[in-house]
């Protein structure tokens, strides 16, 4: 994990989306270490608020998977938030069909998961179970829960999940694409972080309602040759039809050619949100 995550002092928590099990808790053990305790919370949104209100020192969060692309309410709450993110790191994720251990074959009622899970087995569960009801929920750990304590119930989720839940995995590895991986961001609220030299830097635009107005926004990019990594957009929620863009970028605030594109982007777009620059992880 990064400077900026060791950093943090020791015997401080890391919230993430629980209960004990998630791949988020997975990407959350990575960033803690040693020094930092885990806290499991109830959804994404709770990530935020803890450590906005300071029971958290870190927050890890889903932002992106290679196959079923944005996490919608992660996007959500990081417009809404003050915090910063100063790391982000890779999981591969690999999914399993889990039952519980006296499950009969040929019993399973219902498969529950978080919903990014179901999408991302999507082709795979047409092929195997078309005619069983998917459910989503919370989590892929609380899906987990769910076939622990019900036989007629399967749960899509990781290995962590199986063996924190006792479930036997029936389908190892079942995810339609096989280099299935999630990108996830790491929170704070000061989100100070020095350049390393490959950094990432998040900002968030409200583009102008213009002719024009993405071509103004790439402009700079392109002027001092600043590399975009990602450009996603949602609903602005300030209006119907108007849209907001979260941009990733090569380059750390604090780097000549990244400030020039900040100030020149400043002028053509209505609001601008600088999300934080962090160490390029590998992916
Ligand atoms: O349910 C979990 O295990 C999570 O950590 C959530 C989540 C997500 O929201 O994307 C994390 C990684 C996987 O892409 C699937 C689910």
Known sequence: MSD????????????????????????ASRCAGETMSLQPVASIDDVFLAVEAGNAELGVV??????????????????????RTIAELYLPIQHNFLVNPV?????IR?????????????????????????????SNAEAARMAASDPDTAAIAGELAASTYQLKILHAGIQDRKNNTTRFLVLSRDGKTSSTGCDKTS???YAENKPGALFRILAPFDKYQVSLTRIETRPARDGVWS????????????????????SELTQCTVKIKNLGSYPRAIG
């Not at 499950?103 to 019993?107: I, L, N, S």
């Open 62 to 83: 889903p932002v992106e998977n290679s196959t079923e692309g944005a996490v919608n309410t992660t996007q959500d709450c990081l417009v809404e938030t003050s915090l």
């Open 103 to 107: 499950a009969e074959p040929g019993q």
């Open 4 to 27: 900026s995550v060791s950093e943090a002092a020791a015997n401080l928590a890391v919230a993430f989306l629980g209960p004990t099990g998630t791949f988020s808790h997975e990407a």
């Open 203 to 205: 900002i968030l635009v």
């Open 110 to 138: 219902r498969i529950v998961s978080h919903k990014q899970s179901l999408g991302q087995c999507r082709l795979w569960l047409r092929e195997h179970f078309p005619a069983i009801e998917c459910q989503d929920v919370a």
């Open 243 to 262: 849209y907001v863009f979260f941009i990733d970028f090569e380059g750390h605030m604090d780097d000549p050619a990244v400030r020039q594109v900040f």
